[in-house]
């Protein structure tokens, strides 16, 4: 497994941008796929986007896709979201999560409050 720690949630107006970062620990990193979720209160941990380890799988939710972008820099363990024109329902607390296999999450970061102000 990989230790994962997100950073740069934060408060934002509404039509503004924020980076995440999720910085790993572990040697077999780059060989992990990535995700990132999200969390309001009373409501399921929904899944923002996704890729595997090559970027051939490449998953976003409906209400994000053309607003964010995953990345990744395997030299640095580092993953990012890229959230652009936020809105006010993507207030949420966000995860970055790590699996050995695309779907298959088995390491959690903490979690990073990201609030969008109209």
């Known amino acids: 497994q990989v230790q994962l720690v997100e950073s740069g949630g934060g408060l934002v107006l509404a039509g503004g941008s924020l980076r995440l970062s999720c910085a790993a620990s572990?040697?077999?990193?780059?060989?992990?796929?990535m995700a990132w979720f999200r969390q309001v209160p009373g409501k399921e941990r929904e899944l923002v986007g996704a890729?595997?380890?090559?970027?051939?799988?490449?998953q976003y939710a409906e209400s994000v896709k053309g607003r964010f972008t995953i990345s990744r820099d395997d030299a640095g363990n580092t993953v990012f979201l890229q959230m652009n024109s936020l809105k006010v329902e993507d207030t949420a607390v966000y995860y970055c999560?790590?699996?050995?296999?695309?779907?298959?999450?088995?390491?959690w970061g903490q979690g990073t409050r990201v609030t969008v102000s109209s």
């Open positions: 572990g040697r077999t990193f780059s060989s992990y796929a």
């Open positions: 890729r595997d380890s090559s970027g051939i799988i490449l």
């Open positions: 999560a790590a699996g050995p296999h695309y779907g298959f999450w088995t390491s």
